[in-house]
């Protein structure tokens, strides 16, 4: 069956750097776009980013453009995102999700939580 | 960027009821419309893609509709199990952006 298995959050002061990972199993990681979606504390949804099946494409939201990078490694079925010079507002739940064309998000990880706080 | 503006924010219901909630977005998304139900520190499930395709092992009570830049979600008899946090969201272009949320509460 379809895992996305997140890891990397905790606690961090802000200005500093994490890489969060998604581990995929189940399917074919290398045949799927791969977004990043996150949710502040008591907050909605917000996209983040997502890379493209082969790594070639990504885009990123606005608010976190030129500080987050998104990658994947797909002979590990990992995909990653390192977060740098983190605010306070970056603070939320992280989820990795598969992008299934047509169908937009159809399996989530469990999330990983970024705290930035001195 | 396209907005997605969810109405209403917070919904009061009975059991038996039927709900309705409501996306608009600033611009026409060619039905590329999601819903997602939330509960709870768990992540989002897929309920309705494409504005109106029923994910599989959804309940048929669930539907959407709509066109343009208008869209609806409909639970046509609500269950105890409905109780949760709705959000609709666009994938017609980046960034995919979603609606404030729906919660669905117990009247």
């Known amino acids: 069956q379809v895992q996305l298995v997140e890891s990397g959050g905790g606690v961090v002061q802000p200005g500093r750097s994490l890489r969060l990972s998604c581990a995929a199993s189940?399917?074919?990681?290398?045949?799927?776009?791969m977004h990043w979606v996150r949710q502040a504390p008591g907050k909605g949804l917000e996209w983040v980013a997502v890379?493209?099946?082969?790594?070639?494409?990504?885009y990123y939201a606005d608010s976190v453009k030129g500080r987050f990078t998104i990658s994947r490694d797909n002979s590990k079925s990992t995909l990653y995102l390192q977060v740098n010079s983190l605010r306070a507002e970056d603070t939320a739940v992280y989820y990795c999700a598969r992008d299934m064309p047509i169908l937009c998000y159809d399996y989530w990880g469990q999330g990983t939580l970024i705290t930035v706080s001195s | 960027d396209i907005q997605m503006t969810q109405s209403p924010s917070t919904l009061s219901a009975s059991v038996g009821d039927r709900v309705t909630i409501t996306c608009r977005a600033s611009q026409g998304i060619n039905s590329w419309l999601a819903w997602y139900q939330q509960k709870a520190g768990k992540a989002p499930k897929l309920l309705i893609y494409?504005?109106?395709s029923l994910e599989s092992a959804v309940p048929s009570r669930f539907s959407g509709s709509g066109s343009g830049t208008e869209f609806t979600l409909t639970i046509s008899s609500l269950q105890p199990d409905d109780f949760a946090t709705y959000y609709c969201?666009?994938?017609?272009?980046?960034?995919?952006?979603f609606g404030q949320g729906t919660k669905v509460e117990i009247k």
């Open positions: 494409k504005t109106s």
């Open positions: 189940g399917f074919t990681f290398s045949n799927y776009f």
């Open positions: 969201q666009q994938y017609n272009s980046y960034p995919w952006t």
């Open positions: 890379i493209s099946n082969d790594g070639s494409q990504k």
